[in-house]
């Protein structure tokens, strides 16, 4: 008989530590339930807490200008034929951009089907180096 009365104090007093810590719970976080997962982009590459990412970066379909709208008229002009206007157009585009736009940049006039001459793909990436 005492050890049915041992074991109805035992689980009454279980009852009560386990309510009691709930109700601590709910007024720590405030009353409100916890947050539920969040679903991950499939294309998260796992390096952030939260996967920030330029869907730009992956659609080629959107194209981000850096105020350089007039380097349209060069869409489809081979290396060869471009001038030392047209080099000196995309090279100061180029030298006002910050460091962290080039990279997008030449994504921008790639996909704009600009050809971007060899010297300035190499200021490009010295660019990106040094800065």
């Known amino acids: 008989m005492y050890y049915i009365l041992g074991i109805i104090i035992i689980a009454v007093v279980t009852l009560v530590v386990v309510w009691f810590r709930k109700k601590e719970q709910t007024n ?8 539920a997962p969040r679903q991950i982009a499939s294309d998260c590459c796992g390096a952030h807490e939260i996967c920030e990412f330029d869907e730009s970066e992956f659609n080629e379909e959107i194209i981000t200008y850096f105020d350089d ?9 081979r290396e060869s034929d471009l001038t030392t206007e047209n080099i000196d157009d995309l090279r100061e585009v180029l030298y006002t951009l910050r460091t962290e736009e080039i990279g997008k940049w030449l994504i921008s006039i790639g996909r704009r089907h600009i050809h971007l001459p060899a010297i300035l793909q190499q200021e490009a990436r010295q660019l990106m180096t040094e800065r």
Do not use: A, C, Q, W
């Open 28 to 35: 720590i976080t405030g009353g409100e339930p916890e947050e």
């Open 69 to 77: 709208e007039e380097l349209d008229e060069l869409r489809n002009v």
